[in-house]
């Protein structure tokens, strides 16, 4: 019997925005009907792009929009367009069994930041970088930032499972990827910021049309119910 042949992975970069429809849906149904292994890799932007930066060469990359676009004209990228995929909010996330706050207003959010025991948020995540801009914006940077809890990379929501913090600020598809959180409240939009990810062939896809059938397949109509369900507003 002859060996099947080898199938070189499709490997795919992304924000952690998209992860949850990415791991629920999206991508176990571009296998299926592709037949073809996807190797992810899940990091917020920054991160991802100082791996970009030491040499990696990714065959699909997901990323916010001016990163992407930054890279395209670094030469970075394989060629083609960056493709809008989503858009998303900042929210903030209640520990299971904890009260939601109030936050409709900059006042009330500023009230229950410092009303906290302990606000979880990513170093290196575009909403962490925002939320430490906020804090300052609101004159509370110096009492929340001493007792919160900060996480190198990954979901904020980890924190209020496992006890550490009581509130969790990050994207809000973010939030939701961690199951048992239940209460994810959007910012007030005067605190809001609104990021816009996109989608590319990476400097790993030259001439690969297994990378170009997976960014179709990322912004088929199927793949964006799936980021509609998880919190995302698509582009």
């Not at 394989?78 to 996330?93: E, M, N, Y």
């Not at 980890?158 to 600020?169: E, F, P, S, Y």
């Amino acid at each position: 019997m002859s060996t099947p042949p080898h199938r070189p992975d499709v490997h795919l970069m992304s924000s952690l925005v998209v992860r949850k429809a990415l791991d629920r849906t999206v991508l176990p149904a571009f296998r299926r009907t592709s037949g073809l292994p996807v190797r992810t890799e899940y990091l917020p932007t920054s991160l991802l792009v100082e791996e970009l930066d030491a040499g990696a060469a990714p065959d699909v990359l997901i990323a916010t929009r001016e990163a992407l676009e930054r890279l395209d004209a670094a030469g970075l990228l394989s060629g083609g367009r960056v493709v809008p995929l989503v858009r998303s909010a900042i929210g903030v996330g209640v520990a299971p069994g904890g009260r939601p706050p109030a936050i409709a207003t900059e006042r009330d959010l500023a009230d229950a930041l410092l009303g906290a025991r302990s606000v979880a948020f990513s170093r290196a995540g575009q909403s962490g970088i925002f939320f430490r801009d906020l804090l300052a914006r609101l004159g509370i940077a110096e009492p929340v930032l001493a007792r919160a809890t900060a996480l190198d990379s990954g979901f904020t929501g980890v924190a209020l499972m496992d006890g550490r913090a009581d509130l969790a600020v990050q994207q809000v598809s973010e939030l939701l990827f961690v199951e048992g959180i239940d209460t994810v409240i959007p910012l007030p939009e005067d605190c809001q910021q609104h990021s816009e990810f996109s989608v590319a062939l990476g400097p790993g896809a030259a001439g690969s049309a297994a990378a170009q059938r997976l960014v179709d397949h990322l912004t088929d109509g199927p793949a964006r119910e799936a980021y509609a369900a998880t919190g995302l507003l698509n582009l």
